[in-house]
């Protein structure tokens, strides 16, 4: 699980290639690259850096690539997303690529040069992949299996001298989807919560995390759609009192009514769970509530139940309905159809 690269000074290589679907990794290792290549040079560092994404033209590529650094060592150029490796590339990404090929067969030795892709297909294929194998550094920033994420969050409380048991490392990753960011997030707030306690609760997991209320989402989506309005109202009034903004509920409401329409559709079309979890990328144990409550809905109903929320958002937001009030309504008329 070592998606970290590990950088010295005297080893920082004048080419990295870092692509795969977890941006996490990517923007981590873009930074370490940053602080490394600047690492003597820090003032020097906003006249020294070129970030060129999407919107590239080829004669600014090429201008960087050929520029100098200013009072510096280096000189550190990041191609981001640039469409280097997407499937059916552009007229224009494919020039790119030529470009990179003609650059690296005759590098700058004064510049740091990054190419940082998320969408990428056959990329070990290409010539400019086995180029860069050849002469640089590569790292492939997919995103991690479940185990690696429980060991992965293991590891962020240990750094921190904190003892955590492996049923809050499992409520964590499946409260939050895997999502690294927001667990970073997480377990930074608890970490700061916790202050000299070396040992973590799910007491102080509720206390700390927004996401202690996911749960009630499960049963909140349970009582709508058993036509059990007043209940779900209540399973409503109990995760607001609990400090949930009525936004963030509706936010909730809506994403699980969203998956709920995915993973039907995925399983209208024969998929199976491991097909429907390579496409949502969800932790088995959301998948395995969602493939459950998809049972009781129709497509139509669910696409249904979406018109509603987003009239009702409409109304909260232009200030007709208040916003608690305007979830009760739209309960109840979800459970009306």
């Not at 990041?78 to 990179?100: H, I, M, P, Q």
């Not at 499992?170 to 970490?191: F, G, P």
């Not at 909730?252 to 709920?260: E, G, S």
Request: one cysteine or more; charged letters at 25%; glycine letters at 4%.
């Amino acid at each position: 699980m070592d998606k970290i690269l590990k950088l010295k000074n005297n080893q920082l290589s004048n080419l990295y290639l870092l692509y795969g679907n977890e941006r996490y990794w990517i923007e981590k290792n873009l930074n370490n690259i940053f602080k490394t290549v600047f690492a003597k040079d820090d003032e020097m560092k906003d006249y020294n850096y070129d970030l060129i994404g999407s919107d590239f033209t080829l004669n600014r590529v090429e201008e960087v690539l050929q520029g100098l650094p200013f009072m510096s060592d280096k000189r550190l150029v990041v191609l981001k997303n640039t469409g280097l490796f997407k499937k059916n590339g552009s007229k224009k990404e494919k020039e790119l690529e030529n470009l990179l090929i003609e650059y690296l067969n005759n590098p700058n030795p004064q510049i740091v040069l990054v190419v940082a892709e998320v969408e990428c297909h056959n990329v070990k294929s290409r010539k400019i992949y086995k180029l860069i194998h050849k002469e640089g550094t590569i790292l492939h920033c997919n995103s991690l299996k479940p185990y690696e994420i429980r060991q992965w969050i293991k590891e962020q409380f240990e750094n921190h001298n904190i003892k955590v048991t492996g049923g809050i490392i499992n409520t964590l990753a499946a409260s939050l989807d895997n999502n690294l960011y927001t667990l970073e997030n997480e377990i930074n707030k608890i970490v700061a919560y916790l202050g000299d306690k070396e040992t973590l609760t799910i007491e102080d997991v509720n206390a700390v995390c927004a996401f202690a209320n996911n749960d009630n989402i499960f049963e909140l989506i349970d009582k709508i759609s058993e036509g059990k309005s007043s209940d779900a109202i209540k399973v409503l009034h109990k995760m607001n009192k609990n400090g949930t903004h009525y936004l963030l509920i509706y936010s909730m409401i809506v994403n699980h009514f969203r998956l709920l329409t995915k993973v039907l559709d995925f399983t209208q079309r024969g998929y199976t769970s491991k097909n429907i979890n390579n496409k949502l990328k969800l932790h088995p144990f959301r998948l395995e509530k969602a493939i459950k409550q998809t049972s009781l809905f129709t497509l139509k109903n669910l696409h249904k139940k979406l018109s509603i929320l987003a009239k009702y958002e409409g109304k909260i937001k232009q200030g007709k309905i208040e916003g608690v009030q305007g979830l009760e309504m739209a309960i109840v008329e979800m459970n009306c159809q």
